[in-house]
């Protein structure tokens, strides 16, 4: 009788089915070693005498858990299949990539028909494990086909720890202070063990002591694998901080209050743990720098997903394409995830999709923010917030909506000291108050190519930058509130009451 209650969760699917007796099951998974591994470790877990554990690849033949040969390999799947339907006494038979066999071989599929029909109810289970997916039309009813989930958290801390022991004798030392561990933990997920074992052994070369210094090196592991499997999500590098944003002090505060939830998510109920924001507002204004910030500020690794790339067609069917880049963000919670000017490829509706392959990333977009693994943070901005249809900002989809207005005085002088003092200059002496009444109605991207622009101008000169560069430069740039104040003035009205403001203003221009 089985002891499923003991076992490691990410065989619980696997136990459960030998409960109920499935003598074949199919696991889908690369991950053949982690198969075997946990196998032998839940074999004295699963049955209340532990039953021996065989092993069959076509190239050693079946093997028992000392590897001792049982069937050469000469006698090719079917003769391992032979000795498994000839086994007395309960036992468990781990079958690599048979996946082959079952393409070529009639013989085969019929064998496995009869280990069936004649392994049920004796204790005998045949397990097998492929990285390749497949079930001749025979068989569909005979097996049964699961997914390997990736390694959870704290089977990738317990393996952290088991490679760090292997490598001792190289001189690697694990920090193992519970919240460096839970910290690596994190790091890794989203890896297989084989590539946490490549992450770790990376971070031992640069630093034998694994610990906090290593995380770089343990998520670029994790950057390389995003890249390799979509093409369509971007490693935000260096993403920024918090003080280094103007104003938006409501922003700010809420961000610093949910990163404490967000740090707290295992113990807390689903609904509570955050999910994420829509940041709206003029161009110009700061959602970009605010997004990049937010990764710095959860402690976690900033990702963008590129609608334009997902919609270029180079990397397969849009809609596929798509649901798999957020599929794979799933494995790599913990992470904030940024979606950029949502509203031009997440949409209900448009003159030009007339497939309707928009419309149906519309609707699995919304299930998705919904149903999508805790962990991950969704950070989206938008700027065209008339194409936002109302099922996006509804309460549910994003834990707040919030929208960048134009900065006031107080906020276009602390940009203006941020990017002065960004570039390594003191603001003091440039007299930065002096532009107050000349950088009325200015976005913050605006304030930034002021000082980009004075700058440039004393460079040319040969000489220091001196207040009257900054003066000077105000005259030379005619802000958007006034080339599109129609548009500007529509986007300011509109979330006017539809959303929070990241700083407390009255209406109109400052």
Known sequence: MSKTKEIPRALR???????????????????????????RQA??????????????????????????????????????????????????????????????????????????????D???????????????????????????????????????QREAASLAASGVVLDTDESTLNQIGRALQGLTLNESRHALRRAAANNPKLGLES??????????????????????ANPGKLDEIGGAPVLKKWLLERRKLFEMGDQLSREIVPKGILLMGVSGCGKSLAVKAIGTCFSLPLYRIDMIEIFSGRHGNPEGTFVAACKTMEEMAPAVLWFDEIEMGITSKSDADSSGTLGRIFAFFLT??????????????????????????????????FFADLPNEDERMEICRI????????????????????????????????VVGAIT???????????????????????LSQTMREQVE?????????????APRSRGVA
Request: a negative charge; hydrophobic letters at 40%; glycine letters at 6%.
């Open 13 to 39: 699917e696997t136990a459960d089915l030998i409960d109920a007796g499935r003598p074949i099951i199919y696991i889908h998974t690369p991950e053949e070693e982690r198969v075997a591994l946990l196998l």
């Open 43 to 120: 074999t004295d877990l699963l049955f209340d005498s532990p039953p021996p554990l065989y092993s069959w690849t076509e190239t050693e033949g079946l093997v028992t858990a000392d590897g001792s040969s049982v069937v050469g390999a000469a006698a090719g799947p079917r003769g391992a299949l032979d000795f498994v339907v000839n086994h007395e006494g309960p036992a468990l038979f781990h079958f690599h990539d048979l996946h082959r066999a079952m393409q070529e071989s009639e013989e085969v599929v019929r064998r496995l028909r009869d280990i069936y029909a004649r392994c049920v």
């Open 122 to 160: 004796t204790g005998r289970f045949l397990i097998i494990s492929s990285p390749v997916a497949y079930v001749p039309d025979e068989l569909t009813r005979d097996l049964v086909l699961i997914e390997l989930p990736l390694p959870d958290f704290d089977e990738l801390k317990e393996f952290t």
């Open 215 to 236: 995380m770089p090196y343990l998520l670029e592991e994790k950057h390389l694998l995003v890249k390799k499997k979509t093409g369509v999500i971007e490693y935000i």
């Open 368 to 401: 998705w923010m919904q149903e999508k693994a805790r962990g991950l943070f969704v950070a989206a901005t938008a700027n065209r917030i008339d194409l936002l249809p109302a099922e996006m900002i509804r309460k549910g989809r994003f834990d707040e909506v």
């Open 419 to 450: 990017h002065l003092q960004k570039r390594g200059f003191d603001p003091a002496p440039l007299e930065v108050d002096r532009l107050r009444q000349f950088t009325k109605g200015w976005t913050g991207a605006e304030i930034e190519q002021c």
């Open 457 to 479: 101008t004393a460079k040319l000169a040969e000489r220091t930058l001196v207040a009257d560069d900054l003066l000077n430069q105000t005259g030379k740039i005619v802000p």
């Open 490 to 502: 529509h986007i300011r009205s509109w979330a006017l009451d539809r959303a929070i403001r990241t």
